[in-house]
Nanobody
Framework: VQLQASGGGLVQAGGDLRLSCVVS????????VGWYRQAPEKQRELVAA???????HYADSAKGRFKIFRDNMKNTVYLQMNTLKPEDTAVYYC??????????????????WGQGTLVTVSS
């Protein structure tokens, strides 16, 4: 399984961005896909996750501003980020967990990781 993240960039505070994660390979072997982020000198944190049946989980920081959704026909998971704040600045990674797990929030369960895309929000 390979993941390719894209869509990052520079945006002003209050702006929007949509990240995309294309999943390729034996996609039937995976279930949950999550978006993680890591800011400089901070730990990696889960932003949102979604299963193949569209169950979702959001971090408190993302609730009400971000939306995760997927197009199973395109094997793509999106993270729509609205009303961005400077504290959202980070490298965003998408990751996939094997089908044996449900909507897992444990990063150790995510076996497959994309390369990351940088989101910079200016104040």
């Amino acid at each position: 399984v390979q993941l390719q993240a894209s869509g990052g960039g520079l945006v002003q505070a209050g702006g929007d961005l949509r990240l995309s994660c294309v999943v390729s390979g034996p996609t039937r072997t995976i279930n949950a896909v999550g978006w993680y982020r890591q800011a400089p000198e901070k730990q990696r944190e889960l932003v949102a996750a979604i299963t193949s049946s569209h169950s979702t989980h959001y971090a408190d920081s993302a609730k009400g501003r971000f939306k995760i959704f997927r197009d199973n026909m395109k094997n793509t998971v999106y993270l729509q980020m609205n009303t961005l704040k400077p504290e959202d600045t980070a490298v965003y990674y998408c990751a996939a967990a094997p089908r044996l797990y449900g909507l897992t929030l444990d990063p150790s369960k995510y076996n497959y990781w994309g390369q990351g895309t940088l989101v910079t929000v200016s104040s």
